[in-house]
């Protein structure tokens, strides 16, 4: 109707001034609340959870932020029920990959300032990631032992005992050998 188009020209122009910023399709933030964020990064997590839930950030993002891979990542990584996706937009890249619901676990809700973050644990974030990797070698010696250059020294023998039960919950034989591989280069039985 009449009253949606103009809501609709009203928020083009808001958008073209930039006091609006547009997330995703009917999907909007006011520049001014943005701004007004002591906290940028807290709130931009806090977002990706919101972009598309239910979501908890995993993956890269999560991989670099506990240093156990050497980038700086600045794509916000999840991991979510639903299908793939990515939104690309003025406050950044987020991305969205589909799990199983089985696996859809092993997060935290972290309080950070004013908002609730939902965040991977460090063994979670790497399961993930190597789960949902694609085109590895036969028996993962490679990417574990360097091709990844997963810093093995920020994973501790407590974080290779979480990632064993995801591993359980996964049924994967990928999983499994990938497992017997860490436990090899953590030296442990």
């Known amino acids: 109707g009449k009253i949606g188009k103009n809501l609709d020209k009203k928020i083009s122009r808001l958008l073209k001034g930039g006091d609006l910023i547009g997330l995703k399709k009917g999907l909007y933030l006011s520049e001014r609340y943005l701004l007004s964020q002591s906290d940028r990064k807290a709130y931009l997590e806090c977002l990706a959870n919101i972009l598309y839930s239910p979501s908890y950030l995993s993956l890269e993002y999560v991989l670099s932020s506990y240093g156990l891979i050497p980038e700086g990542v600045y794509t916000f990584t999840s991991v979510s029920l639903k299908s793939t996706r990515i939104f690309e937009n003025k406050l950044g890249t987020f991305v969205y990959r589909n799990v199983k619901e089985e696996l859809f676990c092993g997060y935290n809700k972290i309080q950070k300032g004013n ?21 590895l070698s036969d028996d993962y010696s490679y990417e574990l032992g360097g091709g990844l250059r997963i810093n093995w020294e920020e994973f501790t023998l407590a974080d290779v005992k979480e990632f064993k039960s995801y591993v359980n919950l996964s049924k994967s034989l990928k999983m499994k050998k990938m497992l017997k591989e860490i436990k090899r280069i953590k030296n442990v039985n």
Do not use: E, G, M, P
């Not at 974030?125 to 694609?134: E, G, I, P, S, T």
């Open 115 to 135: 908002f609730s973050v939902y965040s991977a644990t460090k063994a979670k974030a790497l399961f993930d990631f190597l789960y949902l990797k694609r085109n």
